[in-house]
Every structure is written in C-alpha cells, then in structure tokens.
C-alpha cells in the first residue's frame, strides 16, 4: 500500500487500537522462546527452574520501563483485574485506617465496578467529577480528600476520549495532604507517554498488554515497595498477591512489548500527534457540526473522539466498517451496550449527543493516506445518515 497522501488506501484500516493492538513482532519473537515449555514456575526441578527463569526475565523487563524494582510487579491477566485488585486489594489492607475512597467519574469500567463493590461492602467512594474537557482537577481531588481517605484512583489517560489527567500533580497533592495511596489506569498510556512510576508519583499503576501491541491475556499492577494489598485470588504466586500459575509466554510477549513500546515512544508519539490533529482538522472541515471531545491538545497522541448531532453510533460504526473502517463508539467494553457513554455524559453531553459519537484511535500502521481516507468516509457516511434522518423525520404541522 502507498503511503502517499493522495492515494486509496487498499486494505482494511483499523482504526480502534485503544481497544486492542495487534501483537508486534517484539512480542512473537519473546513468546517463541517459549515454545514447548513444559515446567511449571514454582516447581524446583530444571524444567520449573528455566520456567522461573524466563518469568524472572519478564519481571524485570517490565520493572525497567516504569523505573520499578522487580518485585514491584505483580502480574494479572488483564488490565481489569489490576485495576480489581488495586481498588479492592488497597480498601481491604488499609480498611483500619478509613473506609472512604475517591475516584474520578471517567473512571474505565474495571475501577468504577471494583468502587460499586465497595459500596456494597460498606465503604464511602466519593466521585471526582471532570470538567468538560476531562480534566480531574487537583483541587477538585483536594476537596474530597478526608482523614479515612485511603484510596485514590485516577486514569493516566482516557481510554474513550483521550484526556491526559494530571496525574503527578494529583498524587503530589494528595500525599502532602493525607495518608491515601494514589492508584493510575495506565493502560493507554506505554508507547505514548511515560510510564515511570516514581516521576509520576503513584503508588500503584495498573497495564495491560493488548494495549501495547502484546497478547491479549495478561497485564501488571506495579506496586510500590512496602504498599500491602490483600489478595483477590490466594496463592503462593506474584508475592502472594495473584493466586495462580504464570503463563512465561504471556508475561514474555507483554514485557517485550513494553520495552519495544518505550524504545519507539521517541518517534512514534509525536507522529501519531501529528496524523491525529490531520484527522481532528479533517474532520473539522467535512463536518462543520462535528465536536471534539476531551481535551483539545492534552490529549493521547493517537486519540480523536467526535461527537456528531442527530446521528446514531451504532448506524454509524456498521457504515464505516462496510466501508472498511473499523473504529468503535468508545470504550471496547461498552461496545455491546446501548447506553449512552458515562464518560461523556459525566462531561456534560446530553444522552443524544453522547450516542452520535465515534472514536478513532491510530496505531503504528496508520498512515497519512488512510487518515485522509477515514475522514472522507466519516463525512460521507454522516451524509447519508442524515439525508436518511431527513427522509424519515416526522412532518410538522
């Protein structure tokens, strides 16, 4: 396929890498080592020992690109279940302490279900409600804060519109003013902004592979040195904070994955920007009406989030993906649910609006052609829903 401006793109364009990525080359090399594997991590004999080995080798891969020690990093198997584990880990070890917990309203699913599950049990969540860019303020976080505050969760980054939270001021502040732990979903954020743990200053930060051109199946909760959690599944394995055998050849291919998304940040991020505010500016200009949700330019380089008045979602992700564009409406999770998107309703949109929206999140194949190409087929596909909407739309009398 030309990489040309001017040129159709030939194949599908896959548009939807903030809900999985395909798994790079970093990643099969890492998980081909091994093949025919045999031993389990935790027995002594030489087949469990090479088996400890390679996921000691994980471990400290994974450590090294969010400036961590080894033991820091507690493998799961998904991004959810870190965010699990953080929230509902963190209330049970510290619950003598308080029972009152803050979370930001944008929060992915995982964490504001694990907060829901809290409530039942008995403990306080106060929501930190966003502006409408997405942005947790600070302050907004200081005002809630209480002496049986324990626990603070907000995401690095988005995962629907792409707002990049300031987290390191966030956990700065909460720090210097009470006894909480500062929790980040930084599930989008390795390839595109830096995952170092002590920079920004969290206590724990939840990962996961799928997001980060890894395979699909396991993720990581960095645990800061000395933080107690209790466990949601017993077991020996992970310090005994994740019951369990270790898949070696997931947590090989995540760690690869990591380091190989760290060492292309460089260069990768800045020319997702630039093909990101192409879309935005093309976008912009096909369709007048369309708003861009999230922040303007604190935003995940590869993330344009658009909402479009008197247009259906769901209508218009089936158009686009006959056309050969395949994106989403927003988070991956919601993809089977008719509700309306909690993170722009908690952003001020009203129901209708909130249903006519589309996310389109670029990945390292994404070139300036199907850019250009997606945001024509976007316009024309508004076009014909509304030329429909038109037809159909009650007569006035």
């Known amino acids: 396929m030309s990489n040309t401006a001017n040129s159709e793109p030939k194949k599908r364009i896959y548009l939807d890498h903030a809900a999985s990525t395909p798994v790079g080359a970093a990643a099969r090399a890492a998980m081909a080592r091994a093949a025919g594997l045999r031993g389990n991590p935790s027995s002594i004999h030489a087949e469990g020992r090479e088996a400890q080995a390679l996921l000691a080798e994980s471990r400290a891969r994974a450590a090294a690109v969010v400036g961590a020690a ?8 998904s ?9 509902h880990g963190a209330a049970y070890a510290r619950r003598a302490l308080g029972r009152h917990l803050v979370v930001s309203s ?11 599950a809290l409530a039942r049990e008995g403990f306080e969540v106060s929501y930190a409600v966003p502006g409408q860019d997405g942005t947790v303020l600070p302050q907004t976080i200081g005002k809630l804060l209480r002496n049986d505050t324990t626990l603070v969760s907000v995401m690095y980054a988005n995962n629907e519109v792409g707002t990049v939270e300031p987290v390191k001021e966030i956990a700065a502040l909460v720090h210097a003013r009470s006894r909480a732990l500062v929790h980040t979903d930084a599930c989008q954020a390795p390839g595109q902004l830096s995952v170092n743990a002590d920079e920004l200053g969290v206590d724990l930060m939840s990962l996961n592979s799928s997001k980060v051109y890894g395979p699909k199946g396991a993720g990581a909760l960095y645990v ?18 994740r019951g369990g055998t270790e898949s070696v050849e997931l947590t090989l291919g995540f760690a690869a994955a990591l380091e190989e998304a760290e060492t292309l940040r460089a260069q990768e991020a800045p020319r997702l920007s630039a ?11 096909r369709i007048p009406d369309a708003q861009l949700n999230g922040h303007r330019t604190r935003r995940l380089p590869n993330n344009v989030h658009v909402s479009i008045p008197a247009i259906e ?11 050969g564009v395949a994106c989403a409406t927003g988070s991956a999770c919601n993809s089977f649910d008719l509700a309306p998107s909690h993170v722009l309703l908690a952003l001020g949109a009203e129901a209708a609006l909130a249903h006519g929206s589309v996310r389109l999140t670029l990945g390292r194949e994404t070139t300036q052609a199907e850019v250009r190409f997606a945001a024509r087929e976007l316009a024309r596909v508004v076009g014909v829903l509304k030329s429909i909407s038109a037809l159909t ?3 006035l009398v």
Do not use: C, Y
Not at 79 to 87: C, M, N
Not at 224 to 241: F, T
Not at 275 to 285: C, F, G, P, Q
């Open 79 to 87: 991004g959810s279940e870190a965010d699990a584990l953080a929230l």
């Open 313 to 323: 979602g769901e209508a218009m992700l089936l158009m686009l993906d006959a056309a």
């Open 70 to 77: 080894p033991g820091e990093i507690v493998f799961t198997g």
């Open 393 to 395: 739309a009650p007569a």
């Open 106 to 116: 944008i929060e992915h699913k995982a964490v504001l279900k694990a907060a829901e």
């Open 275 to 285: 093909l990101r505010d192409l879309l935005i500016a093309e976008i912009e200009k």
């Open 224 to 241: 800061r040195r000395g933080v107690m959690l209790e466990p949601l599944v017993g077991g020996e394995q992970e310090r005994g904070l």
